[in-house]
């Protein structure tokens, strides 16, 4: 997620089910359409789960308002399965999530 735009990935499992772009000028515009994705997909918002990454934190107007509408939301962490220097760990997670990842997907 970027101020103004905002990638949205669905998965079951290991399966992308959907992928869109959307672009957006107010967090109530972005909640707007992470909340009807979820209706167009007949996604529960009570069970779903919402990850977010990018340049967003918990204090985010963005985040706290999708607190609001959709029940389980947290911030990408960096893969499990891999390692990295230690001064890698000062660095907010879902910031860079993206960057965390290139290293799972080459391997």
Do not use: W
């Not at 918990?58 to 001064?87: C, M, W």
């Not at 907010?92 to 391997?107: D, R």
Request: some cysteine; aromatic content about 14%; hydrophobic content about 35%.
């Amino acid at each position: 997620m970027e101020n103004g735009r905002v990638n949205v990935y669905v998965t079951r499992g290991k399966d992308l089910v959907y992928i869109n772009h959307f672009t957006y000028e107010s967090s109530e515009e972005l909640v707007y359409y992470l909340v009807f994705v979820c209706e167009q997909l007949d996604l529960n918002t009570d069970s779903t789960e919402l990850i977010f990454s990018g340049d967003i934190n918990e204090e985010s107007t963005g985040y706290k308002l999708a607190e609001k509408y959709i029940r389980h939301i947290q911030l990408a962490r960096r893969p499990s399965n891999t390692q990295f220097a230690d001064v890698f760990r000062q660095l907010p997670e879902q910031k860079y999530f993206n960057l965390f990842c290139l290293q799972v997907c080459v391997s």
